[in-house]
């Protein structure tokens, strides 16, 4: 027996019309469900570019999703405005009964939905959250004294002891697809200008868009799994699974992801699964602990003052800081809206610990420009990266990016790829070009201070103007 006559789903962060746990909330509990879908003013507003990437990899995977739910019977309402107008706007149109969606647990979008809860309730509709990015989520997982973990590793060793084919089985949405309402009325797909971002949005995806893009990465990934664990720390390897934007956009469901690395088993399934459970850990700390969205999470780091120069900020900006690994991952992320996992620890901490920026300007910096940016992980990334964060690791962890080089691009491979000026620079000085002499810079046409920048700054000097700063934050 269905709870309500007619419903809405609105699709947010969950672009797909399988394994969805929302909309298989809404098919099961409703005899009519109509489908929507917001591009909201209040995010295409913030930002920063009318060329941003996720804006057309959005509106793409929109476009695949619309016509996947047309030929089940359905329909998707794509409208433009702001969601938290829009939403009650449009249940009370359609007449239905409740909303559902999934959850979001971004403080912002947890503020909105309280906003059109309270808006829906005002008119007597309910509106009903279901849990659909995570494996786990906000309580599920608690240390044996009820408090939520702040230290990956044994979150792990719960996520992992937890795990079972219950909370990895899929939404048989399919089967409920009859549900799915008509058109209501015509609501047309938006071109990409008319949402006011041009071509060149377009122009460059590091992955192709939508729910079949999704599946054909994912069954490619599947095929080389086993040596993910070798291969995922070299930039110049095709060794990860480039699924990080359909992780963010939902054009894969989590569950599926989990589930394949689950089943796969081996230390390369191994590896990549801890990757899936290192996400929901995140999660959870930005749930549980919200301030660490806008400062640091060990709260006493709040007190340094960084005294990085703009200047040197505009180096790492534009990939100009005289070291090579840093300048070729500037290169990718600018030219690509996606940089490798490894290379977003390196020039993280090379930001910090070398240039003595704000994390958080880097982490603002990451947030304009990949393709896959999530609050919840890219806040944990760069404060694992800056030592401000619930890491186990002690703050005197830095990495030295000539090392770094050395040890994941040991042929400069990924280097020359993004910085052509060192192109012919021999192997033995492609990590650090500056110490060539003379002579060997002129034969390989890469002068430096010419063809390409001289350090900015000296990693030891710097290293320990950074120790002293945590020290100074600490107490001494």
């Known amino acids: 027996m269905t709870a309500y006559d007619r419903s809405l789903f609105w699709f947010r962060r969950d672009l797909r019309d399988e ?59 794509v409208l433009e405005g702001r969601s938290r107008e829009a939403i009650p706007a449009l249940a009370s149109r359609l007449g239905v009964d409740a909303v559902f969606a999934n959850e979001d647990y971004e403080p912002a979008a947890i503020a909105r939905d309280a906003q059109i809860e309270r808006l829906l309730a005002g008119e007597g509709r309910r509106l009903h959250l279901a849990k659909d990015q995570a494996v786990y989520a906000k309580d599920e997982l608690l240390t044996k004294t009820g408090k939520p973990f702040v230290v990956f590793t044994p979150y792990k060793r719960a996520w992992l002891a937890k795990l079972d084919d219950y909370y990895l089985k899929a939404y048989p949405v399919a089967k409920h697809a009859a ?52 291969a995922r720390d070299f930039p110049a390897v095709e060794g990860v699974s480039r699924l990080s934007a359909h992780n963010r956009f939902g054009t894969v469901s989590i569950r599926e992801l989990a589930r394949t690395a689950w089943k796969a088993r081996g230390e390369g399934a191994a590896t990549w699964l801890s990757e899936l459970a290192w996400r929901d850990f995140y999660f959870q700390i930005l749930w549980h602990h919200p301030h660490a969205a806008t400062g640091a999470f060990r709260r006493e780091y709040d007190a340094i003052a960084w005294p990085g120069t703009d200047e040197h900020f505009a180096a790492w900006r534009e990939a100009r800081t005289g070291f090579p690994i840093v300048d070729a991952a500037m290169r990718q992320i600018n030219a690509t809206g996606w940089m490798h996992n490894r290379l977003r620890m390196i020039v993280a901490s090379f930001l910090v610990k070398d240039l003595l920026v704000d994390w958080r300007r880097g982490e603002a910096y990451f947030a304009d420009h990949l393709v896959d940016f999530d609050l919840a992980a890219n806040n944990g990334g760069w404060q694992w990266a800056a030592s401000t964060g ?13 090392s770094q080089s050395e040890r994941f ?28 002499g003379p002579l060997d810079q002129q034969a390989c046409g890469c002068v430096i201070g010419r063809d390409y920048p001289a350090p900015i700054v000296d990693h030891a000097v710097q290293r320990g103007r950074a120790l002293a700063l945590f020290r100074g934050a600490r107490g001494g």
């Open 409 to 436: 691009d040991p042929q400069g491979a990924f280097i020359r790829r993004f910085l052509p000026a060192l192109a012919r620079v021999p192997d033995a000085f492609i990590h650090a070009p500056w110490t060539m």
């Open 19 to 77: 394994d969805n746990a929302g909309l298989y909330h809404a098919l099961v509990s409703s005899r009519q469900v109509h489908c929507a879908f917001v591009f909201d003013r209040d995010i295409l507003e913030a930002l920063p570019s009318p060329a941003d990437r996720r804006v057309a990899f959005i509106h793409a995977s929109v476009r695949e999703l619309r016509e996947a739910l047309r030929g089940k019977g359905g329909e998707l309402l």
């Open 179 to 230: 549900r799915l309402a008509a058109p209501a009325f015509a609501a047309d797909l938006p071109a990409l200008a008319d949402l006011g971002f041009g071509p060149a949005a377009s122009a460059q995806l590091p992955v192709p868009p939508g729910m079949g893009a999704a599946r054909r990465l994912l069954g490619d990934f599947a095929g080389s799994m086993a040596r993910y664990a070798s």
């Open 390 to 402: 619930c890491d186990a690791q002690p703050y005197f962890r830095i990495f030295n990016p000539v």
